[in-house]
């Protein structure tokens, strides 16, 4: 059982190396946010398509409901990487993945309204230590500021990816994390198809080995191993446990982008990640 478990654990934190990734490939790729996300969609659809019939993971889906539930969690989904990739843009890896991955605290105030999981009062203590964080993290309260607009838009994507996890969480028990994620990335690149007629898309050339690199190591891989996770921890468990995310992200940004975070982004940061490392110890005595 505890070899189970580490394998399991394992596999999750391979799955947050790979997503980690995605700091710096939205900062570095030149451009436009929605035109980068329609390409990394439609390139990890293909990808998955071809790893599920590989396998012979199964694609049917059981219920329509099903299908809406799907369509829902992907336009989330859609909404936290594009939010996510202007914040990276706006401002630098740091800011962009510490306001990001408040979803964790945002995800455990929100599962009770989703599934069977009993409120717990520490959330709120955990919630206000998060928004100490961010307090610490922001720079003046100057809305012309980018990395202000920077971390507003990043903690929009923390909420918009914790309703997309909630809600992907009530099908895992269902169908494979493969074909989940799959069928996410390609209800995105339907839905995104109309950005290629109305923003810059030429820079695709110059830009393609790390639009594959995104497509291929952070989303198919990484992406459906995380959902793949949620077989085997609740969603808050997983998510905080994923939430060494920051971590490897700002480190790949120090070698490969030479970006060095300041001091307030250290302390706000490191009171972000107290809270996430709190929930994680409380969670596994739950569990």
């Not at 605290?105 to 009062?121: G, N, Q, R, S």
């Not at 109309?194 to 923003?199: D, T």
């Not at 995104?214 to 808050?236: D, P, Q, R």
């Amino acid at each position: 059982m505890k070899e189970t478990h580490l394998k399991h654990l394992f596999w999750l934190t391979l799955a947050t190396l790979f997503i980690s990734t995605s700091g710096s490939l939205g900062k570095y790729i030149d451009m436009p946010a929605p035109v980068t996300i329609w390409w990394r969609s439609a390139l990890a659809s293909v990808f998955l398509i071809g790893y599920c019939l590989f396998k012979g993971i199964n694609l049917k889906i059981e219920k329509r409901k099903d299908a809406v539930s799907f369509f829902i969690s992907a336009v989330f989904m859609g909404a936290h990487w594009v939010t996510y990739f202007y914040a990276l843009q706006l401002s630098n890896v740091a800011i962009g993945m510490l306001s990001l991955f408040t979803f964790p605290i945002i995800i455990a105030l929100l599962e009770p309204f989703f599934t069977k999981v009993k409120f717990d009062p520490i959330h709120l203590i955990l919630g206000a230590l998060v928004l100490l964080g961010i307090y610490i993290l922001a720079p003046d309260l100057d809305f012309k500021n980018t990395h202000l607009q920077g971390l507003l838009l990043g903690l929009f994507s923390a909420l918009c990816y914790a309703l997309r996890t909630l809600i992907l969480k009530q099908q895992v028990s269902k169908y494979h994390g493969t074909s989940l994620m799959f069928y996410q990335v390609l209800i995105l690149s339907v839905v995104l198809i109309p950005v290629l007629f109305f923003m810059d898309v030429s820079n695709i050339k110059t830009q393609f080995p790390y639009v594959i690199l995104l497509a291929l190591l952070t989303t198919a891989i990484g992406h459906s191993m995380f959902v793949n996770s949620l077989k085997y921890f609740k969603v808050s468990t997983a998510s905080i446990i994923g939430s060494a995310q920051p971590v490897f992200g700002i480190t790949i940004a120090y070698f490969f982008l030479g970006e060095i975070p300041t001091w307030n982004t250290f302390w706000g940061g490191l009171l972000i990640l107290t809270t996430v490392v709190i929930e994680s110890v409380r969670s596994k005595k739950q569990n």
